[in-house]
């Protein structure tokens, strides 16, 4: 064991032989000696620590994972996991994040950086035991400790390097769904969003806009003129966001595949031959994104669609996601052929079964595939939650090269912390379920912990059946959300806006316009949170510190507003905590009502017909007028509405929203105070498209004052 | 159509010929002329009416099914089903209970009587409508209306007949697990119950207890002595209770079976051939229940085990489960063996894949098999849901005569309303999920509604792994349920209470022990609900008739009581809304703490420690100290605490328990009075067994006065 220190104090307990997993960025570390505080354990090329964990301990982190904010009671797997079943006994989802904080007597946080499994068991089986397994001898945990959450959450960032930035447009509303068949069905599709006035910044294209499911290829039937359509979209001020597989098709003549085997891209067996596994199209190659060389070539193989004028990718199956290999296919079917004839009983039967049922995935074909790594070949298993890392930052390189250091949205399924660099997330393949919206609002806070700041959920739920309340339900939550897509699965009940009954219809046009209302206070607080290094949905404790409030996992602060989503179908309203007094807000386009709501406990009406949330005492919250896209939002009239008792400050945070080395930042300072009788307000202005701020101001007894000041 | 009235004025509208299904009792139903209120339309043999919703309507009914209290939002299907997966988007579970209400501008409640399947959409596709599809023309609606859904409810309760009554042992503490190897075990897990003083009046017995799953036999091997094993428990008042299946093995010299085939009780195939099908052992037959005669040889059956000291039984795998049948496995094997060597794309891939992970309870197999109904031969899907109830009351008439008239434990895990005459029901194999136990808290109402009263959800979780903290909140509901048992799969983690950590363990023996000192209130509460024909476990809004009141759904009204389960992990209390002041109870052996709330609105502590409830104002809840077991229960001191503000009554019922038809019924009535600063207390009793009544009295500002009352 090597121990070194980093400036801001920060341990790192370094095992073994690490291999590089960039989840850090360059730093500065001094070896210096420190005991093994995890005294860790070694049994059969394995290793373990724990923690004792207390009845009133609280753990934070674990990203992209299911359970609450509070992470006790649970087991988490880090191991990339394709799994569309996101039931509440799972213990792996799409990423990897291996950073958490036990918050108690004392703080500490600690992140492993480690591209193999983990498995963290939190109180699970033993209620005073959090024990963390690692597989593998070669690892570091970074132990990194402050007063509280925040403060080590703003060291972990330091070391971590800064979050993936979207364009602008990456705020706005997206529509999508596996199954919109050609061209035509996306116009239509479009042209319903603008027939009915509902604001969309852009369509995702998923499998089908491919032939035969083959990377960077565009279906000439389906999809002959995307060129055309991409650039009457884009005139109009959608994007098209088309999906990219991290399998490459094994087929004679299809120039990836050929020039795949050519560069010597793909994964090996252990023949040294190129592994074959089956995904979409059947059998597939693995490029083996971790060689650079790799990276590059796949990269730049974007170009097919960003000569298109696509300017968005998402990238799937990263983990990535395996059907079968043929070995296991061909051991099923052996299988089901001796038992043919056969009286299986219950024993025979589920064996049978189970050999067709846990065919994908199985923990076998990531043994048996091999990476090139500058430490040299390794199995997948060993370096596995680098996959979709790596597929992702040679999509990142590529495109930047590609447009010209313009910014690009990218998105990928699978994830490690490190990629936050180069990418946002969604978090996967979730159901139209009322707990996947729970889960959704619940995850926000761990993800922003470990990095993903451009995240949402598949809002109304990919698989299953979304009905208009859920939807609608979904959207009060997802509004406030950086990336904001409605996503479904082909077979399920289509899930546009539109495709529901009228009320659900116009609920969800007044969600979208006020989500477009809400654009430059949602991307000021994304830039600021990234900067400062802070949450940018935080929970209740975080900003209120009182122990009572850590049970309270569904209210969630975001700068100057509170968030108290409806998560359960055919509910009025909910309970709310409001730890201080605070100004309830209806918004929408045309009628923003409000409310003073005194300190304490309330059962709030939230019905299906607002958008509500609460505005922080002394706090401020700047909005536009509604427009179309992002592209035609008008800032020219900038509206506050603050609730303020004595004073309250807000800086609006805002740039081109487009270049990638952003060159001109611009901050509105806004100073208002309540001073004898009368309010003083005091504006420091750079950004040149804003002319006029309009405020609205309520004191302590909720009376409003209105006021409009000119920019010079 | 023909119309008909009954004495309680409740309507019948009866379509094409109805097949008798035994789910009312014999009625007075006189012919008369209504309109067709339902405006049935047909369509290929199916038929199908629809309700307008307004969003402030309420739904209730449909028994053991998934989603709240109100049933507005999805949709459910009356079709019994074994499926293990409970998630959110099922809508199918083990129970067809065909009743429901409309609660708006009028109240009014509805049930069909039809064995085969009915699909309710209640505002699911459309939040506006609610629509009935049923799967046949010959059915009839009751229509029932009342001012309020308890009258409505009462009505119903008339016409469906008086709910089975279990032993008074069968409110006990009941400890299982498929997966006790033998007797050995099953001793060794009573010593530890005994050892741990934990009280316990029952062991079931899974499959594990047979001879290769064969009903009506024991394994040699592994309980060559159950007589014995049943006789000592027994003694010391635990009873065993093991586990009948639907299928019989088909196996030469298997006397069931040969009494089976000898007999022509076996369902046919459409060439008039015993059908085959395989479950458990391998390949069955399926006796055909609704042969009487078929009932009359099955239930006295059981004999094979009331001669060895059993009492007590469940039937289980009575949809019918089916696990697999000849031609589907064949078809699956069959597509395994073509697939060989190809190259599998996704949809080549899906299509052989769901061959086998769909083998079990396909439709197919429920439309080739028949019975024998004196209405005719009838494909089992065209009374499918009659299946289990026939064999459960098969079971009944013979332990009826067994055991003569002395009460035996009868449950089932399918079940029709009529079942409900004989026997329980628990509600099927769930998970140790949160979401099941906050499922379990919402449907006992529904349950009562359709006449089940003796259930109670397999605490702790039947599949997956069940945590500490899950095990006690569980328990902190179930010990409120009439069926409070323990139960869980093979392969998962051992569930007992001692199986856990020190403070689990000492947690589930004190909420064991508090089930104890209850078991005279909650056999009271039950035996007075199902003889007045009200709910045992009440929604809210039921007692506290308030609009706003309907959107809580965790907190139910059991008598003079208020329950308030946490059914969250990490939670160190929850919201609670008192609709008039309470008594909160922190209830256990040796110190009962109450606190006097306020109505309102509160954030109300709830610890893992305790076991906490409200009692409503001018109420009392008697109770005793804690006992073994049912069987050693000493009501000689009987204690009562009351919460009263000017005066409050209650009546204690009981009996001996264990006769099936009660003799002497024990009634004490006891009466406080707040009078000129004193307490005035009116006992009439007629319970020999009672000694004296120990009354804890608290008046409207919490102040305690204690009397105790000896009875002459």
């Known amino acids: 064991m090597k121990t070194y220190i980093l400036d801001n104090e920060i341990k790192i307990f370094s095992y073994g032989e690490p291999i590089e997993t960039e989840g850090t960025i360059k730093l500065n570390r001094k070896e ?50 394709d799994d569309a079943s996101h039931t509440e006994d799972k213990n792996a989802l799409y990423g990897a994040h291996n950073f958490f904080m036990i918050i108690g007597d004392t703080c500490k946080g600690y992140f492993i950086d480690f591209p193999s499994e983990i498995l963290y ?32 959450i703003s060291k972990f960032h330091q070391i971590i390097g800064t979050p993936y930035i979207p364009p602008k447009w990456g705020f706005g509303y997206f529509q999508s769904r596996w199954g919109y068949k050609n061209e035509n069905e996306v116009r239509e599709i479009y042209e319903k969003f603008k027939e009915n006035e509902i604001p969309i910044d852009g369509i995702f294209l998923d499998l089908d806009y491919m032939e035969d499911f083959k990377d960077f290829t565009v279906s000439e039937e389906r999809f002959g003129n995307l060129k055309e359509l991409s650039s009457d979209l884009k005139n109009q001020g959608v994007h098209l966001v088309p999906i990219i597989d991290a399998g490459v098709k094994i087929e004679e003549g299809y120039d990836i595949y050929e020039e795949g085997i050519k560069g010597d891209h793909f994964c090996k067996d252990e023949n040294g031959k190129p592994y074959i596994a089956a995904v979409w199209p059947g059998k597939v190659h693995f490029p083996d994104f971790m060689k650079e060389d790799t990276q590059r070539w796949f990269g730049l193989k974007y170009k ?4 298109l004028g696509i300017e968005g990718f998402w990238n799937d199956m990263n983990e990535p996601a395996i059907f079968y290999d043929e070995t296991a296919l061909n051991d099923a079917i052996e299988s089901a052929y001796l038992s043919k004839g056969e009286n299986l009983d219950a024993h025979t039967y589920f064996k049978l079964k189970d050999k067709f049922t846990q065919l994908s995935n199985k923990d076998q074909y990531y043994q048996s595939f091999y990476h090139e790594l ?42 490690i ?22 889960l959704n609002v619940r995850m926000m806070p761990s993800l922003n912990m470990c990095g993903f700041y451009y995240t949402g959920a598949d ?24 990336l904001l897509r409605n996503h479904s699965a082909i077979g399920s009940k289509v899930q546009e806006p539109f495709s529901f009954e009228e009320n659900t219809k116009e609920r969800s046009k007044e969600l979208i316009k006020s989500r477009y209302m809400l654009i430059p ?7 600021k949170s990234i900067s400062e290094k802070k949450l940018m949905f935080s929970p209740l404790t975080f900003e209120f510190p009182d122990k009572k409030l850590s049970d309270i996992e569904d209210q969630l602060i975001l700068g100057s507003i509170m968030l108290t989503p409806v998560y359960f179908k055919n509910k009025k309203g909910r309970y709310v905590t409001l730890p201080q007094d605070m100004l309830e807000i209806s918004f929408s386009e045309n009628n923003i009502k409000t409310n003073l709501k005194r300190e304490g406990i309330h059962y709030m009406d939230y019905s299906l017909d607002e958008l509500k949330f609460y505005l922080r005492e002394n706090s401020m919250l700047p909005y536009v007028e509604p427009s179309q896209n992002v592209k035609s939002m008008n800032i020219e009239t900038l509206k506050v509405i603050g609730y303020i008792k004595d004073k309250a400050r807000y800086d609006l945070y805002d740039d081109d929203g487009i270049s990638l080395d952003i060159k001109e930042k611009y901050c509105t300072h ?4 309540y001073q004898n009788t009368d309010w003083v307000i005091d504006v420091k202005n750079t950004n040149p498209n804003i002319k006029e701020i309009e405020f609205y101001l309520y004191d302590s007894e909720g009376s409003l004052s209105q006021r409009t000041i000119k920019i010079k």
Chains 1, 2 share one sequence.
């Open 32 to 81: 210096t000696f420190f005991e093994d505080e995890l005294n860790v354990k070694y049994t059969n090329d394995k290793s373990s620590f724990s923690f004792k964990l207390r009845e009133e301990d609280l753990v934070y982190g674990f990203g992209a994972n299911l359970g609450g904010i509070n992470k006790k009671g649970r087991t988490y797997k880090s191991y990339c996991t």
């Open 121 to 152: 068991d939190v109180g699970f089986t033993d209620n005073s035991i959090f024990s963390v397994d690692i597989d593998g001898e070669d690892f570091e945990v970074y132990i990194i400790e402050g007063e509280n959450p925040q403060v080590i």
């Open 304 to 307: 097919v669609l960003t000569d």
């Open 374 to 415: 500058k430490e040299g070949k390794k199995k997948n298993h060993d370096v596995h939650n680098l996959y979709g890392y790596y597929m992702t930052k040679a999509a990142y390189i590529g495109l930047e090269t590609l447009l010209e250091r313009k910014r690009f949205l990218l998105i990928s399924r699978a994830s």
């Open 417 to 438: 912390i490190g990629m936050h660099k180069y990418a946002g997330i969604w978090t996967g393949d979730n159901s139209s379920w009322w707990s996947h919206l729970e």
């Open 459 to 482: 809002t109304g739920g990919f698989g299953g059946e979304c009905t208009g309340e859920l939807l609608v339900r979904w959207m009060q939550f997802s509004v406030f959300t950086p």
């Open 521 to 527: 206070y949602l991307y000021s607080e994304y830039m």
């Open 670 to 673: 806004i100073k208002v105070e």
